[in-house]
């Protein structure tokens, strides 16, 4: 990739344009097929688990409440009876949401061990898989990835990859690809100097299924709360997956515009502020809806950020800002245009999100 700046990174899409479009066989409708919808996820890993019935009940319940489209499960769910997980995705759909099964790769050599995965998801009204643990890139291995995405298809079943390599563009081949990791993670604690390289080196291959956002200072590093929501905007994939206990989102005072937070955009800009390791801007757009997220390396800043990607018009702007303490944020609630002056002060770890609805 060339570009004059980060931005023009950030939006370049050879990666797409050099990969081959949707066999219409399999996606009759090319991206717009109506069973492939991207949408937001709760998780049951690292903050807080109950790897039970019930407690994916609960799961379920909480991602009702926060608006989000899918849980995922993790691998306990192969234990229970199959009438379980039937009676979970049952009451998960009524509430609006659809689940998403995790499996170990070694289990899914050929095209029948596949199948068999997939009949239990049809059966039970599953909505996708996450594949995990494929750790190289061997030709056995990249032929796997194709195998999982054109059966998946065949079953109207999304996916999501992890211990991945990184994209290669299939997402395009295979829309149903909503959600490749290929990186080191939240659920392994990165540092506020990682959350800021990521977005112009890792990010720029592809779809990065980072599971942001924490809220549990145990697991947050070196990083503050508004920089953990500035994640959930930066760090993306149309299969966006929270790593924290949705409990303690809806308790947060962000919980407001992280449930509106969305997993696809219209239009991404990357602000001059931005430094390789230092600062991530980000602009992105959904609508007639703009969110401005910066996170912060590990040295303190005052940033200055223009606006002017709003254009013209009045906006209702809901600011999230550091506070005085990591585990805390400051909220504002204005009326702004993009001719107004925004300054950010940014702590060491720090982050700052502004959502703008016209």
């Known amino acids: 990739m060339i570009g004059a700046d980060l931005n023009a990174l950030m939006n370049c899409d050879i990666v797409n344009n050099v990969s081959d ?28 688990v109950d790897r039970t019935v019930e407690g994916e009940k609960e ?24 009438s379980q997980l039937k009676e979970l995705a049952d009451y998960s759909r009524q509430r609006g949401v659809g689940l998403i099964v995790w499996k170990h790769s070694g289990e899914l050599t050929d095209e029948k061990s ?108 070196d990083t503050t709360w508004a920089h953990q929501v500035a994640n959930a905007v930066i760090l993306q994939a149309p299969l966006l997956v929270y790593v924290a206990h949705p409990a303690n989102i809806l308790a947060n005072p962000t919980a ?45 800043r005052v940033v200055r950020v223009d606006l002017s990607f709003l254009g013209t018009g009045s906006y209702l702007a809901t600011l999230i800002r550091d506070s005085g303490e990591a585990a805390a944020v400051k909220m504002e609630h204005m009326t702004m245009e993009g001719s107004d002056p925004l300054y950010i002060d940014l702590r060491s770890g720090g982050g700052f999100v502004g959502r703008f609805v016209k």
Not at 27 to 40: A, E, M, N, S, V
């Open 21 to 48: 479009p949707p066999d219409p066989k399999l996606f009759p409708q090319g991206l717009k097929t109506d069973w492939i919808k991207p949408g937001r996820s709760v998780w049951a890993y690292r903050d807080g």
């Open 114 to 221: 596949v199948r068999a995965l997939f009949d239990i998801c049809r059966r039970n009204g599953v909505a996708g898989v996450k594949i995990d643990f494929f750790d190289h890139e061997h030709k056995e291995v990249i032929d796997q990835y194709e195998m999982i995405l054109k059966l998946a298809a065949e079953y109207h079943l999304i996916v999501d990859f992890h211990g991945a390599n990184k994209p290669t563009g299939l997402e395009r081949t295979y829309p149903n690809e909503l959600g490749v990791e290929a990186v080191y993670g939240m659920e392994k604690e990165p540092t506020a100097r990682q959350d800021v390289t990521i977005p112009f080196t890792r990010m720029l291959a592809g779809l990065v299924d980072y599971t942001p956002t924490n809220f549990n200072p145990t697991w947050m590093a």
């Open 59 to 82: 799961f379920a319940d909480f991602a009702s409440r926060l608006g989000f489209e899918y849980n995922v499960i993790e691998g306990y769910w192969s234990r229970w009876p199959e």
């Open 256 to 300: 407001d515009v992280v449930k509106s937070i969305p997993s696809v955009w219209d239009e991404t800009v990357v602000l001059p502020v931005s430094q390789i390791g230092e600062v991530a801007a980000f602009a992105r757009r959904k609508g007639n809806t703009w969110f401005l997220a910066v996170s912060n390396g590990p040295v303190a």
